[in-house]
């Protein structure tokens, strides 16, 4: 039997066409070889970075310590002008994370940029509390370690007062010392404060106002560091635990990129204990009862009335904050009897408010020109 080679009516024979497909297959499989071989390049380096991540340098500022105590530290930082504002500002920082967010790198440094605008810096940096400090409240952190931190800086500065300017529930916790002790207050500057928390709708607000505190620290004595960064976690599982790493792979050969990322790595997981009396009432009175803009809250003996706050203020809100809802923040201006008050909104979220390119060119410079005027 003899055999015909087949032409189909385009005049191909199906023998080249076989040949031709080997010879495209070949090309295919080698790319695909290459490509598993780059990407496994990537995810080694990438694993050999993350376990540096703790050794990175921030908050590299000059600054000298003013006061240290078991609980804080009281950092003046060194101006960057011949001439400074006369009127000082006092940075009261959040209890939980670490207060280097606001000086994380040179190009998105909070406090640096304050300095090159003229301004004169302190920052109350919060100390990881032990055991024996899971009795202490926001009475302690308000009137006393707040307290002594503003008498320490009025006083090196011969001013009676200065501008209070905090972050998140370090805001709350400004606001709440500029409604008892506003005679050594001149400018009340929050930024994302937790004020009202009934409308507050995002995941950790939800999560709070169903949280059995007493519970937890009466097993526990102060609320862990895992716990606070599980809280933390789950409100993006999805990009804090899988997509970042993907983008991080992706980009491991970028230098730029790749600081930034280690930097906001060793940050995130650099999440201090809370006291556990002050993480109490923190849950119980500002989330699940929401005392604090009612004016029943009361740390110690004092009950704090926002409504008896007259000194300028400035409210600065992130529009895609998605820790503290921005109807949450607004609420501290309506609450206050300041004439002189003002809320800036920005379209970024809660970190980015802070530590971003955005915030240097967009945020910072209407905070700045805010201040200057009143603090000459």
């Known amino acids: 039997m003899e055999l015909k080679t087949v032409v189909p009516e385009n005049g191909k024979k199906i023998g080249d066409k076989e040949e031709k497909n080997k010879r495209d297959i070949k090309p295919t499989v080698e790319e695909a070889f290459r490509f598993l071989e780059e990407n496994s390049r990537k995810v080694e380096k990438t694993r050999e970075l993350l376990h540096t991540a703790d050794k990175i340098d921030v908050g590299v500022l000059s600054h000298e310590i003013v006061e240290e105590t078991r609980l804080y530290r009281l950092l003046h930082y060194r101006p960057l002008v011949s001439r400074t504002a006369r009127t000082p500002i006092l940075v009261v920082y959040a209890l939980m994370n670490k207060s280097y967010i606001l000086d994380l790198q040179p190009d998105k440094s909070w406090v640096r940029n304050l300095l090159s605008q003229g301004f004169n810096v302190y920052l109350i940096d919060w100390k990881t ?42 805001s709350t ?3 709440m010392y500029a409604s008892l002790h506003q005679e050594k207050v001149r400018n009340l500057a929050t930024i994302a404060p937790i004020v009202d928390t009934e409308n507050d709708g995002t995941v950790l607000a939800n999560f709070a106002k169903h949280l059995g505190v007493d519970k937890i620290i009466e097993t526990l004595g102060n609320f862990p ?54 993480f109490k009432q923190w849950i119980q009175d500002i ?11 009361k740390i110690g003996d004092n009950v704090i009335d ?58 910072l410079p209407k905070v700045g020109q805010w201040l200057r005027v009143r603090s000459q």
């Not at 993006?236 to 280690?262: C, H, M, R, S």
């Not at 109807?327 to 201006?333: E, F, G, P, T």
């Open 129 to 170: 509390p032990t055991n024996i400090d899971k009795y202490a409240s926001f009475d302690d952190y308000v009137n006393y370690y707040i307290d002594d931190c503003v008498d320490l800086v009025t006083k090196s500065n011969s001013v009676e007062k200065l501008t209070l300017h905090g972050y998140c529930l370090g």
């Open 173 to 175: 916790m400004s606001a």
């Open 225 to 278: 560091r895992e716990y606070l960064y599980g809280c933390f976690s789950m409100l993006k599982p999805f990009k804090q635990g899988v997509n970042k790493y993907i983008n991080l792979v992706e980009n491991i050969d970028n230098a730029k990129f790749v600081q930034n990322f280690l930097r906001m790595e060793k940050w995130l997981y650099d999440t201090p204990t809370i006291a556990g009396e002050t």
């Open 287 to 297: 989330y699940q009862k929401n005392l604090l803009v009612k004016n029943e809250m």
């Open 306 to 363: 926002l409504s008896k706050i007259k000194v300028p203020i400035l409210n600065i809100v992130a529009e895609e904050d998605h820790l503290v809802s921005p109807q949450c923040s607004v609420a501290l201006n309506d609450a206050v009897s300041s004439v002189d008050k003002r809320i800036m909104h920005f379209h970024t979220g809660h970190v980015g408010l802070i530590a971003s390119s955005y915030s240097q060119n967009n945020v």
